[in-house]
């Protein structure tokens, strides 16, 4: 009969312990408050009203490289002493000595190359706008009012693809992505402690209580808070079918939805017996979580990124990527560019056409005509806060993941149609005439009966001034090397020359 008695007790206990929350789940950050993944996930029926995204491609001009100048400030301290003295002792006034030391110092250089070959290499910037929407109808599936777009909403993963089609004479040859690129994020710190004390004191005669009492504190966790107490107290006499006397388990809570239980039993003891229980439990959490900030793989005709976010990222804003291209179309007819020395003499009289000497430069590129065009696709998934939006942890908000794919001829944004990555006008070079406007086509400035073609708007814009200069100091003859439209230019005819910009 001791040991039924014992045995009642313990379950006594257990009920107690039970209900105020030591077996309890002791997860203290929960991921989601979705129990259900078939609820968590799902389509948007439309997805550009969630996320739509641009594309733009931009040229990555290269700074062109500057001559330096080198003087007596470019010498060590012991160099610009030396050069002085020697300065001072070749120059016969204090100004011719100022003008040496003011003069750069003249290095003799190698020729410039003759021939300029445009690469086949093209290097260009893709700039992804990725925006999500605000839209707060929503008429399918459900008719009615559907708020979007609300605190917590954000693109919570995105994938970009870029696709060069085969009939297109480009592919992709290298990236300025080459690794992935992880992101850790410190979520904060979760700990919650629990300590329990359980005593029973019974005698044989039925007068007795048995006290239970404990405690509780959790910081920062998610799960409730709650203090409580229970007490088992003597009823009197229990029935004369009955041995021993009754008691009753009143268990209270602080918590205001928790309810009162009711437990009836019978107890005997020979004599009097005294049961202790203790338990403690302690447990912290740092919560860390690492997202893919940025991955992708390239190949010769498509480009892939992927992004995930992590809670609070939103993936929406700008990516912006540096490619480079290799043409595949064939080398154009070169091009011979004019380039004049001697124009004008050592006294700055200019030197009459026969006597200016004139060399070329052969000017290759590659022979491309169309656009190269790159078809957009883009997939996401969004997250969507259902309920909880005005609760600060992402893991007490009930959400919904809406997954969308978009292919480049639904976009939009980009009128449906591909992206002109590569233009001709990007590869193929500009050069410079010199013509007179009228008539219509315009007449083109020669020389010896070869049409000049400049390489820069500068060496066209010199050597028409040289015509000017020429022109106010004496009249050409007839038969001379500049014509234009086979007739010499004289002075009435020279206000009228343009440079003008030939699109090779």
């Not at 000595?97 to 003759?114: C, G, H, R, V, W």
């Not at 700008?318 to 560019?337: F, G, H, I, M, Q």
Request: hydrophobic share 40%.
């Amino acid at each position: 009969m001791k040991r039924k008695s014992f045995i009642t007790i313990l379950l006594l206990i257990v009920v107690c312990l039970s209900s105020c929350g030591i077996f309890r789940d002791k997860n203290l950050a929960k991921r989601f408050r979705n129990h259900d993944n078939k609820h968590l996930f799902g389509n948007s029926y439309n997805p550009q009203l969630f996320v739509q995204v641009d594309l733009n491609s931009a040229n990555i001009n290269e700074p062109e490289s500057k001559e330096v100048k080198f003087n007596v400030l470019s010498l060590s301290d012991k160099g610009q002493e030396a050069f002085i003295n020697s300065a001072n002792l070749k120059t016969a006034t204090p100004a011719l000595l100022m003008d040496l030391l003011n003069t750069n110092f003249a290095f003799s250089k190698e020729d410039k190359p003759k021939i300029k070959i445009i690469s086949k290499t093209v290097k260009k910037t893709l700039i992804f706008t990725v925006d999500r929407l605000q839209y707060h109808f929503d008429p399918i599936p459900l008719p009615g009012l559907t708020t979007f777009n609300k605190l917590g909403d954000r693109i919570s993963y995105l994938e970009l693809n870029v696709v060069i089609p085969p009939a297109d004479h480009a592919i992709f040859n290298t990236w300025d992505r080459y690794v992935t690129d992880k992101l850790t994020l410190n979520l904060g710190k979760v700990s919650a402690a629990q300590n329990w004390n359980a005593s029973l004191n019974l005698s044989a005669k039925g007068s007795g209580e048995v006290s239970l009492s404990g405690s509780k504190s959790n910081e920062g966790s998610i799960s409730d808070q709650s203090n409580g107490s229970t007490t088992l107290v003597n009823t009197g006499p229990v029935s004369s079918t009955t041995n021993g006397s009754g008691y009753q388990l009143l268990s209270t809570d602080t918590d205001a939805n928790s309810k009162t239980n009711s437990v009836k039993g019978a107890a005997e003891l020979g004599g009097s017996a005294t049961i202790g229980f203790t338990d403690k439990y302690e447990t912290s959490l740092d919560l860390t979580s690492q997202i893919l900030k940025l991955s992708g793989s390239l190949a010769e005709r498509k480009i892939l990124l992927r992004q995930e976010g992590g809670p609070g990222i939103d993936l929406s804003g700008n990516v912006v990527v540096s490619v480079e291209y290799v043409l595949t179309d064939d080398w154009a007819t070169p091009v011979y560019l004019s380039k004049f020395k001697n124009l004008y003499t050592p006294a700055g009289v200019p030197n009459l056409p026969a006597a200016i000497n004139q060399s070329f430069l052969t000017l290759i590129f590659p022979d491309i005509h169309a656009n190269v065009t790159g078809q957009l696709n883009y997939s996401f998934l969004y997250r969507q806060v259902n309920k909880g939006n005005r609760h600060l942890p992402e893991a007490r908000q009930k959400v919904k993941y809406r997954y969308g794919s978009v292919s480049y001829n639904q976009n939009t944004v980009l009128g449906m149609v591909p992206v002109n990555l590569i233009r001709p006008e990007d590869v193929r070079p500009k050069a410079y005439q010199i013509i007179l406007p009228a008539p219509v086509p315009p007449n083109t400035l020669e020389y010896g009966g070869g049409t000049l073609v400049f390489e820069t708007a500068s060496d066209a814009t010199s050597f028409l001034a040289y015509i000017g200069d020429l022109l106010h100091i004496s009249p050409l003859p007839a038969v001379a090397p500049l014509t234009i439209g086979g007739v010499p230019i004289t002075l009435a005819v020279f206000p009228l020359l343009r440079v003008s910009t030939l699109n090779l």
